[in-house]
T-cell receptor
Framework: GAGVSQSPSNKVTEKGKDVELRCDPI?????LYWYRQRLGQGLEFLIY????????KSGLPSDRFSAERTGESVSTLTIQRTQQEDSAVYLC????????????????FGEGSWLTVV | AQSVTQPDIHITVSEGASLELRCNYS??????LFWYVQSPGQGLQLLLK??????LVQGIKGFEAEFKRSQSSFNLRKPSVHWSDAAEYFC?????????FGTGTSLTVIP
């Protein structure tokens, strides 16, 4: 697609429920990233994919968080048994390639999925 | 370890005044550096980037940034701020597999 697309744009869920957030990266982009942004805070790295493998999952806050990616396309971030502290904007981004020789590599963001846990 | 520091959490400037937002990075190799802007309720939009060559880079919306290796800095500047520039600004460094972001600087523009 023309840009990174995320859905849903807004989600209100009850504490304890599971949620799935979807990201459609820019077509052909190898790398895909998930970030979390709490209200008034900076970006917190969660996970990144190179193709459908995840070399770095170090940012996932707990085992309630998981993510997968199909090939070089859609990714889903799943939060199980949501807690109030999970309320945040979840930003997805993609970039054309990875690697230190990737001069010109740039990350492009979606509009985010706003999650509210009540 | 890689890191990005934006020392100013919040800056207020008058419309028409000049602006400088500070960014310092820590990275062992030649960095790839970026500035992004986030308007309220929006995603992040790329303002400009530096990979190599001229250390003064021009971006969109009249912004520019200068890479200073000796100071490990990549400060963002604009000669004359417009009210529509009020937003959150993020500096980032790319290491080849990850993008590391600063905590952001919130810009308020007063008439």
């Amino acid at each position: 697609g023309a840009g990174v697309s995320q859905s849903p744009s807004n989600k209100v869920t009850e504490k304890g429920k599971d949620v799935e957030l979807r990201c459609d990266p820019i077509s052909g982009h190898t790398a895909l990233y998930w970030y979390r942004q709490r209200l008034g805070q900076g970006l917190e790295f969660l996970i990144y994919f190179q193709g459908n493998s995840a070399p770095d999952k170090s940012g996932l806050p707990s085992d309630r968080f998981s993510a997968e990616r199909t090939g070089e396309s859609v990714s889903t971030l799943t939060i199980q048994r949501t807690q109030q502290e999970d309320s945040a904007v979840y930003l997805c981004a993609s970039s054309p390639r990875v690697g230190r020789n990737s001069a010109g590599n740039t990350i492009y963001f979606g509009e985010g999925s706003w999650l509210t846990v009540v | 370890a890689q890191s990005v520091t934006q020392p100013d959490i919040h800056i207020t400037v008058s419309e028409g005044a000049s602006l400088e937002l500070r960014c310092n990075y820590s990275y062992g190799a030649t960095p790839y550096l970026f500035w992004y802007v986030q308007s309220p309720g929006q995603g992040l939009q790329l303002l400009l980037k530096y990979f190599s060559g001229d250390t003064l880079v021009q971006g969109i919306k009249g912004f520019e940034a200068e890479f200073k290796r000796s100071q490990s800095s990549f400060n963002l500047r604009k000669p004359s701020v417009h009210w529509s520039d009020a937003a959150e600004y993020f500096c980032a460094v790319y290491t080849g597999n990850q993008f590391y972001f600063g905590t952001g600087t919130s810009l308020t523009v007063i008439p």
